[in-house]
């Protein structure tokens, strides 16, 4: 009985790491940059109500006056017919996402077409969002980290006892190691740091110096 109550805090755990690691991954993300995404559809409401208001939350404060100015320019055009709006409209959205993308540090590499395959995680995470239930995605997270995991750590348990003198498999077994580390490494850094960027580990350290 204790033995499974440690597998399933192993698992509680497990999918944790996986969900700040996948979900810190900006680029894996990024789905604002689709015409059917987030933004394009705050972008319509705020073009047919004439009211910038709605999007001035995808950017940073130091970009909203850029915003500001873009937009009213746009409603000035799209007021010259139905070319103009369309021209409008799009050089409007595609600034508005240039900028977001700037401030997840991310490169703009254009607007992406409606029903851009985002993979499962990214639909996951947003239905869970308009639902109040998490589960699903941490039952998705678990078993990709699981999955993860156990084939990069198959590879070095099967490379690890290589000959000595065998260059060629010492290198092998090497590529598998180091493979295997930075998985571990790169989701435990995610999981330690918090959604502003700062490092608890380092947090804690500076606590305690100061303790002390």
Same mark, same amino acid.
């Given at each position: 009985?204790?033995?499974?109550?440690?597998?399933?805090?192993?698992?509680?755990?497990?999918?944790?790491?996986?969900? !700040?690691?996948?979900?810190?991954? =900006? +680029?894996?993300?990024?789905?604002?940059?689709?015409?059917?995404?987030?933004?394009?559809?705050?972008?319509?409401?705020?073009? &047919? @109500?004439?009211?910038?208001?709605?999007?001035?939350?995808?950017?940073?404060?130091?970009? *909203?006056? &850029?915003? =500001?100015? +873009?937009?009213n320019k746009?409603?000035?055009?799209?007021? @010259?017919?139905? &070319?103009?709006?369309?021209?409008?409209? +799009?050089?409007?959205?595609?600034?508005?996402?240039?900028? #977001?993308?700037?401030?997840?540090?991310?490169?703009?590499?254009?607007?992406?077409?409606?029903?851009?395959?985002?993979?499962? !995680?990214?639909?996951?995470?947003? @239905? $869970?969002? $308009?639902?109040?239930?998490?589960?699903?995605?941490?039952k998705l997270?678990? *078993?990709?980290?699981?999955?993860?995991?156990?084939? =990069?750590?198959?590879?070095?348990?099967? =490379? @690890?006892?290589?000959?000595?003198?065998?260059?060629?498999?010492?290198?092998?077994?090497?590529?598998?190691?180091?493979?295997?580390? #930075?998985?571990? *490494?790169?989701?435990?850094?995610?999981?330690?740091?918090?959604?502003?960027?700062?490092? %608890?580990?380092? &947090? *804690?350290?500076?606590?305690h110096k %100061?303790?002390?």
């Open positions: 009985m204790e033995g499974k109550k440690r597998f399933a805090k192993t698992l509680c755990v497990s999918a944790v790491l996986a969900a !700040v690691w996948i979900l810190s991954a =900006r +680029t894996a993300c990024a789905h604002c940059d689709t015409l059917d995404g987030p933004v394009v559809k705050d972008v319509k409401a705020a073009l &047919e @109500k004439g009211d910038v208001t709605a999007v001035l939350k995808w950017v940073k404060k130091d970009n *909203e006056a &850029e915003i =500001r100015d +873009t937009f746009t409603l000035t055009v799209r007021s @010259k017919g139905k &070319e103009a709006q369309e021209l409008a409209d +799009t050089y409007f959205l595609e600034t508005l996402v240039r900028i #977001h993308r700037a401030g997840e540090g991310e490169p703009y590499t254009g607007l992406k077409p409606a029903g851009h395959d985002l993979g499962p !995680v990214i639909p996951a995470a947003d @239905k $869970a969002i $308009a639902d109040g239930k998490i589960e699903p995605v941490f997270l678990n *078993e990709a980290v699981h999955e993860g995991l156990h084939e =990069r750590f198959q590879q070095v348990i099967a =490379r @690890k006892n290589y000959n000595k003198d065998d260059v060629v498999a010492g290198r092998e077994y090497v590529e598998a190691y180091v493979t295997f580390m #930075h998985y571990v *490494e790169g989701i435990y850094e995610a999981a330690r740091k918090s959604p502003h960027g700062h490092n %608890h580990a380092s &947090e *804690e350290a500076d606590v %100061h303790e002390h």
